[in-house]
């Protein structure tokens, strides 16, 4: 994957649930729209997901899963000129999506699940690993590290050895230390502050910071549909910070602060 200059990962969620943008874009000719929409404004990936894992959330079905997503990737051929990224822990909906046109692996488990890491290897294709503690239905029960970024960087080590090892090609790996995903605020704050550190695997690195809850508290308890101007400030941080990809809900938003960062960091007197 060509990072060179910051990608925009625009979320599309097929779910009724996700803490966001839960049941917005449930049907496909929705989310279909909501796709181009994103791409039109500056998105360079669409990442799918068929199954809400915000704090509290419930398995899904493979069937469901698979329901939710494929139409809508199948869809999406020759529609959008953007690698469209399944956002998934389940070997079987990898491997539809792939097969419908999907060519990145998002999964919020690092491949953990019986028989991902060896479908992922299969396929050939990119693939995000994402660091979680716990599940998301208990990952925001008091989370404890030792040393946040030290604990994540030794947990990436493993899942980049137990890839490599089934077949999967470093360079094809990208790594999300998992900001919400069984941490509290201060976890989020030093991972975000620390986030070039997780350079040195030689790999890109994914930040999803948008509209999360910590973004809510820094900005003294706003609700989800009032955080898109920290979710921007956040992305641009992320940016400055190492962030490779960022993955975000209000593409447009964060294409023009992006674009703005850019010309001033490229600026030659």
Request: net charge negative.
């Given at each position: 994957m060509d990072v060179s200059q910051p990608i925009i990962m625009g979320v599309l969620n097929v779910t009724p649930d996700s803490f966001s943008d839960g049941g917005k874009f449930f049907d496909a000719s929705s989310a279909i729209e909501?796709?181009?929409?994103?791409?039109?404004s500056g998105a360079g990936i669409i990442d799918i997901g068929?199954?809400?894992t915000r704090p509290g959330a419930f398995a899904v079905s493979i069937n469901d899963e698979l329901n939710r997503v494929i139409p809508v990737i199948e869809a999406l051929q020759g529609e959008i000129n953007v690698p469209i990224s399944i956002d998934t822990s389940k070997p079987e909906v990898m491997q539809k999506a792939v097969e419908s046109g999907a060519s990145i692996i998002n999964d919020v488990n690092a491949l953990r699940s019986e028989g991902a890491v060896e479908m992922a290897a299969k396929l050939k294709t990119d693939v995000c690993l994402m660091h979680m503690q716990g599940s998301p239905r208990t990952m925001?029960?008091?989370?404890?590290?030792d040393h946040v970024v030290d604990d994540i960087k030794k947990f990436f080590k493993e899942r980049i050895k137990v890839c490599e090892a089934?077949?999967?090609?470093l360079s094809s790996i990208t790594l999300d230390p998992g900001f919400g995903f069984g941490k509290n605020l201060g976890h989020n704050i030093a991972l975000l502050k620390n986030l070039s550190e997780f350079h040195e695997f030689g790999v890109s690195i994914l930040a999803g910071l948008s509209r999360k809850s910590m973004i809510g508290t820094l900005l003294g308890d706003k609700n989800v549909d009032s955080r898109m101007i920290g979710s921007v400030t956040a992305a641009l941080i992320a940016v400055e910070n190492g962030a490779d990809i960022v993955r975000v809900h209000d593409v447009s938003e964060t294409n023009d602060a992006l674009k703005v960062w850019q010309q001033i960091k490229n600026f030659r007197e």
């Amino acid at each position: 994957m060509d990072v060179s200059q910051p990608i925009i990962m625009g979320v599309l969620n097929v779910t009724p649930d996700s803490f966001s943008d839960g049941g917005k874009f449930f049907d496909a000719s929705s989310a279909i729209e909501q796709a181009k929409l994103m791409v039109d404004s500056g998105a360079g990936i669409i990442d799918i997901g068929g199954e809400s894992t915000r704090p509290g959330a419930f398995a899904v079905s493979i069937n469901d899963e698979l329901n939710r997503v494929i139409p809508v990737i199948e869809a999406l051929q020759g529609e959008i000129n953007v690698p469209i990224s399944i956002d998934t822990s389940k070997p079987e909906v990898m491997q539809k999506a792939v097969e419908s046109g999907a060519s990145i692996i998002n999964d919020v488990n690092a491949l953990r699940s019986e028989g991902a890491v060896e479908m992922a290897a299969k396929l050939k294709t990119d693939v995000c690993l994402m660091h979680m503690q716990g599940s998301p239905r208990t990952m925001q029960n008091n989370p404890i590290y030792d040393h946040v970024v030290d604990d994540i960087k030794k947990f990436f080590k493993e899942r980049i050895k137990v890839c490599e090892a089934a077949g999967i090609e470093l360079s094809s790996i990208t790594l999300d230390p998992g900001f919400g995903f069984g941490k509290n605020l201060g976890h989020n704050i030093a991972l975000l502050k620390n986030l070039s550190e997780f350079h040195e695997f030689g790999v890109s690195i994914l930040a999803g910071l948008s509209r999360k809850s910590m973004i809510g508290t820094l900005l003294g308890d706003k609700n989800v549909d009032s955080r898109m101007i920290g979710s921007v400030t956040a992305a641009l941080i992320a940016v400055e910070n190492g962030a490779d990809i960022v993955r975000v809900h209000d593409v447009s938003e964060t294409n023009d602060a992006l674009k703005v960062w850019q010309q001033i960091k490229n600026f030659r007197e």
